[in-house]
């Protein structure tokens, strides 16, 4: 505890909000290791986005005492659903909210280090460094820098921690993984965009709470362990919700790069990092990251065979016009 906190209402109030979408399994695991974190004023929302099955009930009768459960008629997309349990957190007078895949565990202490750096007031959103849950020493994200009129994004990790991150940084964007949010950002910047289904929603944020002057951190003290691909992975099963989500990004990402352009940059400008993203930074499409991310992993590991394995199963997946 740190001076002056004695007590748990002494800490700012915490809302942990979370998707279930089919997938209540991922979402037991969660909430278990969510009962060991040592933070000690936060309450958990989630939301079942529409799920086939019984999930909700099942949920709320395993967890309810400790756990809102709050059930939607319809998978409202990830952003929309998230935006679900944050106006609910605001509701009920949350000073935070942490948005949570439930498809990770967490480290004991990763929700009290995360309100820790975020006390800054410059800074508005906080993430977690995200390890890979299938090899727990591998990081896969500590957020990144971006170079939005290219549409580049240079992406940190997909490497093993050797200490390398064990610095605050700020960044331009973080994943919602985890990612810690003050109630003011929400009030001045608002919420996620539904717009972006499933894709890109992160980044529209980021650039959003940026250019309200805020600042956007990785806390590489914050640990979550995430199952990369898990999403990606089960949409196959619902061949609706997959075709719905290729309409919503298009061919090659393309509608959504459209729409971050038109959004967030001047008439007619907007061409330039929608068209430069295609001419310049395709190779995220294929690479799963940056080139610049790939290169860098090959000079410093002399690892080849990683990186082209990398390409390979990262563009199986783009040939369906999946990224999440």
């Not at 748990?8 to 695991?29: F, G, H, K, Q």
């Not at 997309?77 to 944050?86: A, C, D, Q, T």
Request: neutral net charge; contains cysteine; proline residues 4%.
């Amino acid at each position: 505890m740190e001076e002056g906190m004695e007590n748990a209402t002494d800490w700012p109030r915490v809302s942990i909000i979370m998707l279930n979408w089919n997938s209540i399994d991922d979402t037991r695991e969660c909430l278990e290791s969510l009962k060991k974190i040592t933070y000690p004023n936060y309450d958990i929302i989630v939301v079942d986005n529409g799920s086939e099955g019984d999930d909700a009930n099942l949920l709320s009768s395993e967890y309810g005492s400790q756990t809102m459960i709050i059930s939607n008629a319809e998978n409202l997309g990830f952003p929309e659903g998230n935006n679900v349990g944050i106006r609910q957190a605001l509701k009920k007078g949350s000073d935070f909210c942490l948005l949570l895949n439930n498809d990770t565990t967490v480290d004991p202490e990763f929700l009290t280090e995360l309100v820790k750096a975020a006390k800054d007031p410059s800074i508005g959103v906080a993430g977690s460094k995200i390890y890979n849950y299938y090899d727990s020493n591998r990081v896969d994200s500590v957020g990144g820098n971006a170079w939005y009129w290219l549409m580049f994004l240079r992406h940190y990790g997909l490497e093993e921690d050797k200490g390398q991150f064990d610095t605050i940084e700020d960044r331009d964007y973080v994943l919602a993984n985890s990612m810690l949010i003050k109630r003011e950002v929400f009030e001045k910047v608002g919420l996620l965009d539904p717009d972006f289904f499933f894709g890109a929603e992160e980044y529209d944020y980021c650039i959003r709470v940026k250019r309200h002057g805020y600042r956007m951190i990785n806390v590489p003290s914050s640990k979550i362990w995430h199952k990369s691909g898990r999403c990606r992975a089960k949409l196959k099963d619902y061949p609706e919700t997959e075709k719905l989500i290729k309409q919503r990004m298009g061919v090659g990402y393309y509608k959504y790069v459209y729409g971050l352009s038109r959004k967030h940059f001047p008439p007619v400008l907007f061409l330039i990092p929608f068209t430069s993203y295609y001419l310049f930074a395709a190779g995220p499409l294929i690479l799963g990251g940056s080139p610049i991310t790939a290169i860098r992993y090959i000079v410093r590991h002399k690892d080849v065979g990683f990186v082209i394995d990398r390409i390979r199963s990262v563009w199986q997946s783009r040939l369906s016009g999946l990224k999440k």
